[in-house]
């Protein structure tokens, strides 16, 4: 039962304590952006949704389009 490796004390191990390859500049910031940035709609835009919206028939039309486009309901509202 003998060790194939002398042991070490806490402060002889490396950083990365043997792990070979790992960079700290790989790991992506974890920083959050402080303020986010509004999303602007064109006019073209906006009227291009209004006309599919009023056309969907059944329920669940409306909001299966606005899934699809990525948008709140609350941006019909107005």
Known sequence: MGRTEPERSEGDRSAT????????????????????????????YKQRILE???????SGGVGAMLRREGLYSSLMAT
Request: net charge neutral.
């Open 17 to 44: 304590d043997g792990k070979a390859g790992t960079d700290s500049k790989a790991r992506p910031d974890p920083e959050v952006v402080a303020q986010a940035s509004r999303r602007h709609f064109t006019g073209e």
């Open 52 to 58: 599919p919206a009023d056309q969907a028939k059944g």
